[in-house]
């Protein structure tokens, strides 16, 4: 079974510097998805950015990048220029492509706080 | 395009009582999920929908949690005899066919307290 660890309980930045969150996972796979979601105080989930394993280069998405170290088993985003509307839990997903077996495995998440 | 809802977004029972929660995923979308989020962990799936079958249950805890979808849409998520660690967010996601790179769109939960 595929695990997810997300060793930052909690992270803070300045707004419009550059914070980096960390995940790890675990998997025995040679191809899957990775995901990272935002979750705001009001609870809704919303997709912040997603890359597939084979891909060697990294996604990115206007202000939220990945660096995706697959040997290593590393997937972190980092999110530049900070803004207060950045503050909410991030949680890292890993996704199996094993047919009809497509649930996401989350991590426990890292609580963002954006200081102004 | 309308999102997910979910309802009711607060629920209170007590231990042992039953409790049951709606989800309406985005029109047109196949396949629903039902994830358990409880206090300062990530979701976990408690099953998941292709239009009215389940594809994936092996998490539900069959005992006390049903689920269906009967028409293909819209579904109910019950929970009978509630226990104390219940106490969680029920999130309801749904996405366009449940292919592995599609985005799960997320619904705002029902948040339950067991007391």
């Known amino acids: 079974a595929q695990t997810v660890t997300q060793s930052q309980p909690e992270m803070s930045v300045q707004e419009a510097e550059t914070v980096t969150l960390s995940c790890t996972y675990d998997t025995s796979e040679s191809d899957y998805y990775l995901f990272w979601y935002k979750q705001p105080p009001s609870r809704q989930m919303i997709l912040v950015i997603r890359q597939e394993a084979y891909k060697q280069q990294n996604a990115t998405e206007n202000r939220f990048s990945v660096n995706f170290q697959k040997a290593a088993k590393s997937f972190s985003l980092k999110i530049s220029d900070s803004q207060l509307g950045d503050a909410a839990m991030y949680f890292c997903a890993y996704r199996s492509i094993t047919q009809g077996n497509y649930k996401l495995t989350f991590g426990k998440g890292t609580l963002l706080t954006v200081n102004p | 395009e309308a999102g997910v809802a979910q309802s009711p977004r607060y629920k209170i029972i007590e231990k042992r009582q039953s409790v049951a929660f709606w989800c309406n995923p985005i029109?047109?979308?196949?396949?629903l999920y039902w994830y358990q989020q409880i206090l300062g962990q990530g979701p976990k799936l408690l099953i998941q929908?292709?239009?009215?079958?389940?594809?994936?249950d092996s998490q539900l805890p069959k005992d006390r949690f049903s689920a269906e979808r009967l028409k293909g849409v819209d579904s109910t998520l019950k929970i009978q005899p509630a226990k104390l660690e219940d106490s969680a967010v029920y999130l309801c996601?749904?996405?366009?066919?449940?292919?592995?790179?599609?985005?799960?769109?997320f619904g705002p939960g029902t948040r339950l307290l067991v007391l």
């Open positions: 996601a749904s996405s366009w066919k449940g292919l592995v790179q599609e985005t799960q769109y």
């Open positions: 029109s047109g979308h196949a396949t």
């Open positions: 929908f292709q239009n009215n079958g389940v594809v994936d």
